[in-house]
T-cell receptor, first 113, second 113 residues
């Protein structure tokens, strides 16, 4: 596969469930990102990882827990979510620490019941 | 801090007509500027970017954008729109250091035949 892939593409979960979103990049990049895209709101940056280290947490609630085991993989662990967390979650990657083109995956459409 | 304004939430153009999508940014130094496109249910795809040099930038799918420092603008243009261009378009600005991009709220383009 090429580019940035995300699984699952769609996820429905209850408020008491625990689930994980997975992102994998095949571009040899060293930075990875999680974004949240809600209806009628701008794209919100959630987390940034550079060389596996978290360098940005944009005041995200602790019910979202990211994990970056290596530069190619990024996870978002979800637990006790709220209905307002329903959104499209986008993963992106870029070359490194400086401002550079971010390449996006197709996203995971999350619905919290 | 950077910010981006896309004044038009929706734009409708006829197929074959010209297109201009507006983007205004706020940033004290020379910004790094991007235009992305998102089709329904998909991730964001890079159309073009400006880092330095020629202020008229060519991108994919026949799009171009012009950086105008005096107007703090980076408007996206296409001389003849195709029905397949119907999508949401996002302008983004980066500081040139650090990974963070700030996105505008997006402009939804509708193409009528």
């Amino acid at each position: 596969e090429t580019g940035v892939t995300q699984t699952p593409r769609h996820l429905v979960m209850g408020m008491t469930n625990k689930k994980s979103l997975k992102c994998e990049q095949h571009l040899g990049h060293n930075a990875m990102y999680w974004y949240k895209q809600s209806a009628k709101k701008p794209l919100e940056l959630m987390f940034v990882y550079n060389f596996k280290e978290q360098t940005e947490n944009n005041s995200v609630p602790s019910r979202f827990s990211p994990e970056c085991p290596n530069s190619s993989h990024l996870f978002l662990h979800l637990h006790t979510l709220q209905p307002e967390d329903s959104a499209l979650y986008l993963c992106a990657s870029s070359q490194g620490r400086g401002t550079d083109t971010q390449y996006f995956g197709p996203g995971t459409r999350l619905t919290v019941l | 801090a950077q910010s981006v304004t896309q004044p038009d939430i929706h734009i409708t153009v006829s197929e074959g007509a010209s297109l201009e999508l507006r983007c205004n940014y706020s940033y004290g130094a020379t910004p790094y500027l991007f235009w992305y496109v998102q089709s329904p249910g998909q991730g964001l795809q890079l159309l073009l970017k400006y880092f330095s040099g020629d202020t008229l930038v060519q991108g994919i799918k026949g799009f171009e954008a012009e950086f105008k420092r005096s107007q703090s603008s980076f408007n996206l243009r296409k001389p003849s729109v195709h029905w397949s261009d119907a999508a949401e378009y996002f302008c983004a600005v980066g500081a040139g250091y650090g990974n963070k991009l700030v996105f505008g709220a997006g402009t939804i383009l509708r193409v009528k035949s």
